[in-house]
């Protein structure tokens, strides 16, 4: 797996950067490569999130830069923990610390305070629950967003038979570890036919979320196969 760019002025039609901006270089990428980033603008930089995999364990990743063609890769987030994916880091940090999601099974938060060495809060924020769309497997989306609310998360999910949809749910803005409200019915399911059929069916997988020009948008995986945009009002 290898990332790529692609450039837009409107968020809907976007061109190709003719080459990979990141690849697998080191052995903990190699020989599974680099995939599932996540984007947050601190202070003028960039910081990528992303899965690095050897072809045995995932490990959760960042890389910096002052711009989206050229990174510095930073390894592992959290090596003591082995197996990580999904890092969706708040932005705007809090009482001082900036604030990260990340699981593919629950979701825990981190904190930190440089973004580079974190602290795992126990137990998970988030967990599956038996009988609902997200049953399976909870994992973070997009990153974070500060809201009047709140801290509003849209996360991915599985049911029972693997079919993946998004929800939302909203953390205290003093302790974004406290569950405050949570979707009971997916924003976003399968429901095309490129979200219905493709590598993966039966997927829709969010990570990417933009506000422009007053609309939200929302990017996510069709069926491992392709990209997608959804779009809100509010």
């Known amino acids: 797996s290898r990332l790529g760019l692609a450039r ?6 976007f061109t190709r950067h003719p080459m990979p901006v990141m690849e697998a270089t080191e052995p903990y990428e190699k020989p599974g490569g680099c995939e599932d980033p996540r984007l947050v603008r601190i202070d003028e930089r960039f910081y990528l999130t992303y899965t690095a995999y050897d072809g045995q364990t995932a490990r959760l990743c960042m890389a910096v830069g002052d711009s989206l063609d050229r990174w510095e890769k930073r390894g592992p987030l959290l090596p003591e923990r082995g197996w990580t994916k999904s890092g969706a880091i708040l932005a705007q940090p809090i009482d001082g610390r900036y604030w990260m999601y990340f699981g593919d099974t629950n979701i825990w938060a981190a904190h930190s305070t440089d973004l580079r060495r974190w602290a795992v809060v126990e137990p998970p924020v988030l967990r599956p629950r038996p009988g609902r769309f997200d049953a399976r497997l909870v994992e973070p989306g997009p990153p974070p967003v500060v809201r009047p609310e709140g801290v ?6 599985a049911d029972e038979g693997l079919r993946y949809a998004a929800g939302q749910a909203l953390f205290a803005a003093d ?5 405050l409200w949570r979707d009971e019915k997916p924003i976003l399911e399968p429901a095309t036919q490129d979200e219905i059929e493709g590598q993966v069916p ?9 506000q422009f020009r007053d609309r939200w948008l929302l990017y996510y995986g069709m069926a491992d196969s392709r990209i997608g945009v959804a779009i809100a009002d509010r």
């Open 8 to 13: 837009s002025g409107d968020g809907l039609r």
């Open 152 to 157: 509003w998360l849209i996360y991915n999910s």
């Open 175 to 179: 302790d974004p570890t406290r569950l």
């Open 202 to 210: 039966r997927v829709v997988f969010a990570e990417g979320l933009v």
